[in-house]
């Protein structure tokens, strides 16, 4: 039996019976990724040696039966903006390329503090601005259900690393449906947890009021292992929000009689492709089968929220990125006349084009003269949308849509359109826009055996509702495992 084959709960489970150790486990991890990652390229820093070292310790904790933690032994990455201290962390932009972070985020301390190991930093669109991870400064990550199409992004490496069972879960960031999208494509599963339930502490930033935490697994039980110990307040982050959780992994009963769903139609418009729509379909009428109600309804709003998503988190990418200015750490240019120059230099070359495009609409949207027409406009639409959403939720349990409006697309295919990239994102961004917790599960294939993933969406801080969801459809989808 090939370990780096099974989940992350069934690891650990055999680690905490003594059936396997944890080094066995992070071994076979580290030869898969030897064997697949010239074709997936989803690692940017693999911690081959660290990795078995700290493997070993664990194990000699078990052995001596000392206390050790809920996740004890299983190996994971981590997106490579999530800071780790003393190791590379360059949000796969040139601009960090030889950035050693002197603390931890608090999402790698808690991960640290349930004894996981950690294989490495996963690949990711610059950053985390774009929806195809080809924006990386380093490789381009291949999907591993078929290496000639993108995994989605800007957590593709996140997604392919668990796709191609890399690793046995990761850690992605999502902004605007940087999570979900790249796990609809890559057939694994994505949670992006309510705004304020997971620190963002030590995550660096691209829209503060946008960025989510979230886990990245092959299924939903480990999705939920994996919150248990990320989710919860902490004094670092100022928009933690101090509520007690639930234990989410308890909460997966598979029991959704009486479950009512709403089906919001702005989702299933032009630009969705039908093999989606079906699959997607599908999926109701087994959740139907399993107990749940859902009716068609409407998010009338749902229309504005992409142009509002790129307005702000444009605008608070702008400030965000004012701060590598090659004065403090990170990339410097070798050659200016003055500290101005200095800094346009640093920034010309640092950057790519991509978050130079965003910087630019959000510094203009931001300047004087233009704030109450673009950044004020985009926030008031904002609110109008969260709205539309409490609304719905007087109503319904939960909300069902696509993840992405396709299947993978062609390495390529769309990177010389901007607004046709960002058109992938437009079954997720209102999630952000609202700050509301969302899944994303494979729920089919295409006639191609590309996956297609469903999102289901629900109330703030009621993870427990939609993961449990997700739980019980999970049980009716036959999954296909990429032939790499």
């Not at 150790?21 to 991890?29: L, N």
């Not at 981590?78 to 949000?91: A, F, Q, S, Y």
């Not at 609202?434 to 009621?462: E, H, S, T």
């Amino acid at each position: 039996m090939d370990l780096y084959t099974l989940t992350a709960h069934e690891i650990r489970d055999m680690i905490k019976e003594k059936k396997i150790s944890s080094k066995e486990a992070t071994q076979s991890a580290l030869d898969r990724i030897a064997q697949v990652e010239d074709k997936v390229e989803s690692f940017v820093t693999v911690l081959g040696d660290e990795a078995i070292a700290q493997a070993e310790k664990i194990d000699a904790k078990i052995a001596s039966g000392e206390e050790v933690g809920a996740l004890a032994g299983v190996p994971m990455a981590l997106k490579d903006n999530m800071c780790t201290k003393d190791v590379l962390t360059t949000c796969s932009s040139k601009m960090l390329y030889n950035f050693k972070p002197p603390y931890n985020a608090t999402v790698t301390e808690k991960l640290a503090g349930a004894d996981t190991v950690l294989l490495g930093k996963v690949n990711m669109d610059e950053f985390a601005m774009g929806s195809s991870t080809e924006n990386s400064y380093y490789k381009k990550t291949k999907n591993p259900y078929d290496i000639t199409k993108v995994p989605g992004g800007s957590s593709g490496g996140s997604a392919a690393s668990v796709a191609a069972d890399e690793a046995f879960f990761t850690l992605g960031s999502d902004t605007g449906g940087s999570i979900r999208q790249p796990a609809a494509l890559c057939g694994c599963v994505g949670l992006k947890p309510t705004y304020g339930s997971v620190s963002r502490y030590g995550l660096i930033a691209f829209a503060s009021s946008l960025d989510q935490i979230g886990p990245m697994t092959k299924d939903v039980k480990d999705c939920a292992m994996v919150l248990d110990q990320i989710a919860g307040y902490d004094a670092k982050d100022s928009t933690s929000v101090n509520i007690q959780h639930p234990n989410f992994e308890a909460a997966l009963t598979g029991d959704i009689r009486g479950l009512k769903i709403g089906v919001p139609q702005e989702y299933f418009g032009q630009g969705i492709s039908e093999e989606v729509t079906a699959a997607v379909n599908a999926a109701l009428s087994n959740m139907k089968a399993e107990g749940a109600e859902f009716s068609d309804m409407s998010l009338p709003l749902n229309e504005y929220a992409l142009p509002a998503y790129y307005m702000i988190s444009s605008a608070e990418a702008s400030s965000n990125l004012a701060r590598f200015d090659g004065v403090k750490y990170g990339y410097r240019a070798e050659k200016f006349n003055d500290l101005i120059d200095l800094y346009c230099q640093t920034r010309s070359e640092g950057f790519g084009a991509e978050v130079k495009r965003r910087i630019m609409i959000g510094t203009y949207a931001l300047s004087s003269g233009y704030y109450d027409a673009y950044y004020k406009k985009a926030q008031q639409v904002r609110t109008m949308i969260m709205n539309d959403f409490g609304k719905a939720f007087e109503t319904y349990d939960v909300l069902v849509t696509p993840a992405s409006p396709t299947t993978a697309f062609g390495i390529g295919e769309k990177t010389s359109d901007p607004l046709e990239m960002y058109m992938a994102d437009i079954c997720t961004v209102s999630v952000n826009i609202g700050g509301l917790p969302a899944i994303v599960i494979p729920c089919g294939y295409d006639k191609n055996g590309l996956p297609i993933g469903i999102q289901i969406i629900g109330k703030p801080f009621d993870e427990a509702t939609v993961l449990n969801a997700a739980y019980a459809l999970e049980k009716t989808i036959t999954k296909v495992k990429p032939n790499l």
